[in-house]
């Protein structure tokens, strides 16, 4: 079975700019022990889209994603109180933060006769159906982000984080789905803990690369599903980094 790589290309493209900049806010992720926040907050940002649904909104439109970056801020907000406040629950909290809007999202989809493909869309992404037009404005937002994560990241407060973090996942799940945001964030940023430092950022970057670009071959040559075929990709290149890592450490 052959291959059309040039409709495979503009997905591709897509998976590379959400690793591009979900790896280094994932390797946080992981040293601020909050896992499961890329969750509630691409939750959120999913309600924000399904409210806009719900409205009868203009998917494509300017109001729709104000609708779920508004969702995303309010969380992020909400998130470092929080954690400001109880930071001994904060990892309880964020459970809750998703169970709620998840469970807000059926009911607003209560009657529509399209639910299931709706939270579908949302949880497992469509990415093959991204094209060059939609990929152009994210690709501009995601270099101005990652220059002030880079430049002052060491700088942030709790509150730049948190806002940084849910601009950057309010666009990605709207183009790659809850599944692969989490799987982006957190897969990469493991393998990054396996090696030196100073490799850190390079291998987790290369994981998300073996990721999506094996993923969607997969996906293409068994005619399976992209997003949970990449992120078991994913998987399987955090595994082979940390077997190696595991091999160069244990004693003949």
């Known amino acids: ?31 601020r022990g909050v896992v499961f926040l890329d969750l509630a907050i691409a939750q959120i940002a999913s309600l924000g889209v399904i409210a806009a649904i719900g409205l009868g909104l203009d998917l494509e439109g300017w109001i729709a994603q104000a609708t779920a970056i508004g969702a995303a801020l309010v969380a992020a907000v909400v998130l470092v109180w929080t954690d400001r406040h109880w930071p001994q629950v904060q990892e309880a909290l964020i459970g809750v933060l998703f169970v709620s809007a998840a469970s807000a999202e059926f009911l607003i989809l209560a009657d529509n006769p399209h639910a299931g ?22 690709a501009l937002f995601y270099v101005a982000l990652l220059a002030v994560w880079f430049a002052a990241r ?5 509150l730049g984080f948190y806002i940084l973090f849910a601009l950057a996942v ?12 989490f799987a982006s964030l957190i897969l990469p940023a493991l393998a990054a803990r396996c090696v030196p ?46 077997l190696v890592c595991h091999r160069s450490v244990t004693p003949a």
């Not at 493909?117 to 404005?137: F, N, R, T, Y």
């Not at 060491?154 to 709790?158: E, V, W, Y």
């Not at 987790?204 to 293409?220: D, E, H, K, P, Q």
């Open 197 to 242: 430092a100073r490799w850190g950022l390079a291998t987790g970057y290369a994981v998300g690369i073996v990721g999506y670009g094996g993923g969607l071959l997969i996906s293409a040559l068994a005619d399976l599903p992209s997003g949970p075929t990449i992120v078991l990709t994913l998987l399987a290149a955090f595994l082979a980094v940390a």
């Open 117 to 138: 493909e709706h939270v579908k869309d949302m949880l497992a992404g469509q990415i093959l159906w991204v094209g060059w037009e939609m990929l152009w404005p994210v």
């Open 1 to 31: 079975m052959t291959v059309d790589l040039t409709l495979l290309a503009p997905a591709f493209v897509a998976g590379l700019l959400v690793i591009i900049t979900h790896v280094p806010l994932g390797r946080r992720v992981l040293a």
């Open 154 to 158: 060491d700088r942030l407060s709790p």
């Open 170 to 181: 309010t666009q990605s799940v709207q183009i790659v789905g809850i599944y692969l945001v």
